[in-house]
Each structure stands twice: as structure tokens, then as C-alpha cells.
């Protein structure tokens, strides 16, 4: 069945090192990938996102991957600061249906 | 930037009450959505709008109906109101099949 899961549920990270969150997603036919940060106590705020038909996207600090062949997108996070912790989630949008993984939450360390 | 307000950050009510969940957004969005939030179970959509005055339901509907008279606003109301309640609440909004963009959510608890 459809899944967008995360492979790992707690992903603690040095300060000022790069972190890596992954999703492995099940939809081949997905159009659009989104990543979220959410903080605790607050709603979901959009970080970035990518469509099927690209394979990276940059933005500030942060570098999504796309990799189709293997159904498998990242987030990527340069140079990881205390203000980054937080639990991430991945979306995908398939045919107006959006999909939503239960996340990995981000422990940054002094 | 995009904005979407929800009426109250936190909010308690006794069972049986009448809740109603306001949503305002203001990117003139067609589609907005309704969401319960809960540990270990992620993201649940109970209605959602694609139109003024159209609303379609979600996975987890029972309990709750909606209203969008506006574009700009979906409200959740919950008919009578049940300590299975209690929740994070979250509205979004997107143009279709675009990012959703969240609200800063409404802390509900059901006494």
C-alpha cells in the first residue's frame, strides 16, 4: 500500500555538523515531495520542496535529494544549529492526495 | 509570505459541548484542509475544501463537520464534543496540488 515512512524516529547530530534525515516513499507515480520542520507546540512550517521530475533542490542550508529509482528523498542540513531541533517530516502529493510521514525528530548537541 | 491564523492557541471544553475551530488564510488559496495531530500517529485529515461552500471528508471525519462560506475561511466544528477529542488541531491551506501551509495549531482538551 501507499507509505511515506521514515527510516529512523530520533537522529541526534553535533552542533555545527550536517545532518541527514531520509523517507522512503512508496508511490512511483508521486508528483511533488515536501519537507516540514515542526517545533514543539507549533504547527508544521515548510522548509522545502521538489518535484518528481528533478533530482536536487537547494535552498538556504538546506539540500533536497530525490532518488526515484529507489523511492528515496533526504534532507539534508548544512552546519546544524541548536534552532534546527525539531521533528521533520516528509509529504508527497500524488493526484490531489497528500500523503504524510510521522517523522524523525532532530536532536542537536552542544 | 504565506498566513494562516487559527482562532485560539489552546482551548477547554467539557463533553457535550458545541466547539467551533476557526481558519483564515490569506493567499486566496482554493483548498484548505483540516487536520488532528496526535503522538505516534502523525497527520490525520478530517475534511477538506477545494471551493466555497464544498467540502469533502477526510480519513477520520466522525465527530466533526466544516464550513467554508468564505475562501478565505474553514471552520471545524465539532457537534458534540468527546474526550477522544482532545488533540492537536491543524488547518492548511495550498493552491491544488501545491504545498500545504500550516496554521500554529489549536491545543484542544476534551474534560
Known amino acids: 500500500g501507499e507509505s511515506v515512512g521514515l527510516h529512523l524516529p530520533t537522529l541526534s547530530v553535533q552542533e555545527g555538523d550536517n545532518s541527514i534525515i531520509n523517507c522512503a516513499y512508496s508511490?512511483?507515480?508521486?508528483?511533488?515531495f515536501i519537507w516540514y520542520k515542526q517545533e514543539s507546540g507549533k504547527g508544521p512550517q515548510f522548509i522545502i520542496d521538489?518535484?518528481?521530475?528533478?533530482d536536487k533542490r537547494q535552498g538556504q542550508r538546506v539540500t533536497v535529494l530525490l532518488n526515484k529509482t529507489v523511492k528515496h528523498l533526504s534532507l539534508q542540513i548544512a552546519a546544524t544549529q541548536p534552532g534546527d531541533s525539531a521533528v521533520y517530516f516528509c509529504a508527497e502529493i500524488k493526484t490531489y492526495k497528500y500523503i504524510f510521514g510521522t517523522g524523525t525528530r532532530l536532536k542537536v548537541l552542544a | 509570505d504565506v498566513k494562516v491564523t487559527q482562532s485560539s492557541r489552546y482551548l477547554v471544553k467539557r463533553t457535550g459541548e458545541k466547539v467551533f475551530l476557526e481558519c483564515v488564510q490569506d493567499?486566496?488559496?482554493?483548498?484548505m484542509f483540516w487536520y488532528r495531530q496526535d503522538p505516534g500517529l502523525g497527520l490525520r485529515l478530517i475534511y477538506f475544501s477545494y471551493d466555497v461552500k464544498m467540502k469533502e471528508k477526510g480519513d477520520i471525519p466522525e465527530g466533526y463537520s466544516v464550513s467554508r462560506e468564505k475562501k478565505e475561511r474553514f471552520s471545524l466544528i465539532l457537534e458534540s464534543a468527546s474526550t477522544n477529542q482532545t488533540s492537536m488541531y491543524l488547518c492548511?491551506?495550498?493552491?491544488?496540488?501545491?504545498?500545504?501551509?500550516f496554521g500554529p495549531g489549536t491545543r484542544l482538551l476534551v474534560l
Open positions: 508511490n512511483s507515480a508521486s508528483d511533488y
Open positions: 492548511a491551506s495550498s493552491r491544488t496540488q501545491e504545498t500545504q501551509y
Open positions: 521538489i518535484r518528481s521530475n528533478m
Open positions: 493567499m486566496d488559496h482554493e483548498n
